[in-house]
Structure formats: structure tokens, C-alpha cells
């Protein structure tokens, strides 16, 4: 599976907790993730998903993204705004599996070499990141086939539907 786009970082690099990714006054009011999706990363940047995010982008992050609470609309959010994946030097387990169960990959990547607005491509199936503003690439762990099937069906949830049950291979 290969991604583009261009990469969209925040001034807070690290410790973007879920609040930050959907803000607590959306969470319970709001049901549709479509509309939901308007409001992601809101708190860090009013314009983010109105003005500054397009279709395909990466969110890239430092340390402890989506810390916080585990409820799945902070993964639901950012895949409902047509972010490809997110991209962080490390992530909070219930996240990270979340991400996965929606069908949202989580990448983890030295990031500090990524830019604002770099344009981004990730190679899922070779674990590698291009960046073909900078001309550079960076090793990432391949994802294990388990992970690339769920995400390949859209999640947890439609791989069952799609399949009948849980089944890899």
C-alpha cells in the first residue's frame, strides 16, 4: 500500500492528546463522523480541517500521539478528514490500536526531518518513507500482514463484515 501527500505538523509536536485531536465539546454532541471530521485538530488549529488539510495529507507528530482518553473518535476524526495516515515518533497504545481497528494507519518514525508542507510518500508494504520535497528516505518497520489486511478492508469492523469473521492469510 502506497500513500501521498503532504505533511501537516502542529506546534505542539508532542503529547497531542485526544482533546486536541477532537475537542471534548464535539465528542458526545456530535454523532456523524463526517461532521466530526470538520472538527479535527480544531484546538491546536482553528483552520486545520477548513483551510489547511487536503485530502491525502499526513498529520505528523513527535512523541505520545493521541494520548488521553481511549475513545475512538479521536481515530475516527482524523480518518473522516481524509488524512492517509499519521506519522509520530511514538503513540498511546489504545490509539495506536484504534487507529488499526478503524482502518487509520499509524506510523512510528523519526520525524524530525519532516517539514511543514513536505510532500510525503509512504511505502507501507516496504516500510519507507520518501521525502520527495527533500529528496530523503527513512526506514520504517514494515507493517506486519495482519495490520495491512485490516487496513486494506477499511478496518475491524469490515473485515468482518467483508469476511464472515476475523480472517488473515
Given at each position: 500500500?502506497?500513500?501521498?501527500?503532504?505533511?501537516?505538523?502542529?506546534?505542539?509536536?508532542?503529547?497531542?492528546?485526544?482533546?486536541?485531536?477532537?475537542?471534548?465539546?464535539?465528542?458526545?454532541?456530535?454523532?456523524?463522523?463526517?461532521?466530526?471530521?470538520?472538527?479535527?485538530?480544531?484546538?491546536?488549529?482553528?483552520?486545520?480541517?477548513?483551510?489547511?488539510?487536503?485530502?491525502?495529507?499526513?498529520?505528523?507528530?513527535?512523541?505520545?500521539?493521541?494520548?488521553g482518553?481511549?475513545?475512538?473518535?479521536?481515530?475516527?476524526?482524523?480518518?473522516?478528514?481524509?488524512?492517509?495516515?499519521?506519522?509520530?515518533?511514538?503513540?498511546?497504545?489504545?490509539?495506536?490500536?484504534?487507529?488499526?481497528?478503524?482502518?487509520?494507519?499509524?506510523?512510528?518514525?523519526?520525524?524530525?526531518?519532516?517539514?511543514?508542507?513536505?510532500?510525503?510518500?509512504?511505502?507501507?508494504?516496504?516500510?519507507?518513507?520518501?521525502?520527495?520535497?527533500?529528496n530523503?528516505?527513512?526506514?520504517?518497520?514494515?507493517?506486519?500482514?495482519?495490520?495491512?489486511?485490516?487496513?486494506?478492508?477499511?478496518?475491524?469492523?469490515?473485515?468482518?463484515?467483508?469476511?464472515?469473521g476475523?480472517?488473515?492469510?
Open positions: 500500500m502506497i500513500l501521498n501527500g503532504k505533511a501537516r505538523k502542529f506546534k505542539q509536536n508532542d503529547d497531542i492528546n485526544t482533546d486536541y485531536i477532537i475537542s471534548g465539546r464535539y465528542k458526545f454532541k456530535i454523532q456523524d463522523p463526517n461532521e466530526l471530521a470538520k472538527h479535527v485538530m480544531e484546538d491546536l488549529d482553528p483552520d486545520f480541517a477548513t483551510k489547511r488539510l487536503e485530502k491525502g495529507d499526513f498529520i505528523v507528530a513527535g512523541r505520545n500521539f493521541g494520548c482518553s481511549s475513545r475512538e473518535q479521536a481515530p475516527m476524526s482524523i480518518k473522516y478528514a481524509g488524512v492517509s495516515a499519521v506519522i509520530a515518533k511514538s503513540f498511546a497504545r489504545i490509539f495506536y490500536r484504534n487507529s488499526f481497528n478503524l482502518g487509520l494507519p499509524a506510523i512510528e518514525a523519526d520525524t524530525d526531518s519532516i517539514d511543514e508542507g513536505d510532500e510525503i510518500e509512504v511505502d507501507l508494504n516496504a516500510g519507507l518513507i520518501k521525502n520527495k520535497t527533500k530523503q528516505e527513512l526506514k520504517i518497520a514494515p507493517l506486519p500482514k495482519t495490520m495491512q489486511t485490516l487496513l486494506a478492508d477499511g478496518g475491524l469492523v469490515e473485515h468482518f463484515k467483508k469476511h464472515g476475523f480472517k488473515l492469510g
